[in-house]
Structure formats: structure tokens, C-alpha cells
Nanobody, 127 residues
Framework: QVQLVESGGGLVQAGGSLRLSCAAS????????MGWFRQAPGKEREFVAA????????VYADSVKGRFTISRDNARNTVYLQMHSLNPEDTARYYC????????????????????WGQGTQVTVSS
């Protein structure tokens, strides 16, 4: 079982930046594909970004492409989401997710593909 704890959320003005972190424990971190999702009030949870086991391949939602960067440090069992040029539409609770992958090169983008989830961290962008 993998336990995930997100941090780094907060209140930021439009145009600002934040870096979210997700610390993992209880599993071999380097064997897991990691993803970030977000859920705004009244909306369904949506995919933001994902990264392969070794970090060589990433994928992003169109809405964040060019503004957000997902990365991971397997030595620290941590995945990050660097967010730039934030706008009020980015306001949401951000969740980290993990799913075991047999080989590198695998990416998951659908919520149902992930078995392990953190509790989330709130990001609020003011206009």
C-alpha cells in the first residue's frame, strides 16, 4: 500500500506560481506512475499531469500545458507539480495519485486507472 501526502497549496494571485509536492511512503516509489488531478467546486475531478516511473515521459492536460511541469525525485520518494501563470480557473483541490506499472514508458491519465490517492491540497487563485 502506498500512502501519499500532498503539500504546497495555498492562496496566490493571478499570474503567480506555486509548487506542489507529494511525498510517498509504503511502496517502491520508482515502480509507480504518478499523476496529479484536480477538482474544483461543483465539478468532477480532472486529470492534470502524469509522469512515468523514471520521469522520462510526461503528459499534460491541454489546459495546463506550457504552464505546469510535473517532475519526480525517486531518491526522495516525491513528485512535484510546478505551476506558473496561475489563473482563477486553476482554483481547485489538487490530488496526487499513484499506480504501479510493470515497465517504464507507461502513463495513466484516467482517474479509474489509479489505485492510490492522497487527501489533496487546496490551491486558490485570486483575480
Amino acid at each position: 500500500q502506498v500512502q501519499l501526502v500532498e503539500s504546497g497549496g495555498g492562496l496566490v494571485q493571478a499570474g503567480g506560481s506555486l509548487r506542489l509536492s507529494c511525498a510517498a511512503s509504503g511502496g517502491t516509489f520508482s515502480r509507480y506512475v504518478m499523476g496529479w488531478f484536480r477538482q474544483a467546486p461543483g465539478k468532477e475531478r480532472e486529470f492534470v499531469a502524469a509522469i512515468t516511473r523514471t520521469g522520462t515521459i510526461t503528459v499534460y492536460a491541454d489546459s495546463v500545458k506550457g504552464r505546469f511541469t510535473i517532475s519526480r525525485d525517486n531518491a526522495r520518494n516525491t513528485v512535484y507539480l510546478q505551476m506558473h501563470s496561475l489563473n482563477p480557473e486553476d482554483t481547485a483541490r489538487y490530488y496526487c495519485a499513484a499506480e504501479w506499472a510493470a515497465t517504464n514508458g507507461i502513463l495513466y491519465q484516467r482517474e479509474r486507472e489509479y489505485d492510490f490517492w492522497g487527501q489533496g491540497t487546496q490551491v486558490t487563485v485570486s483575480s
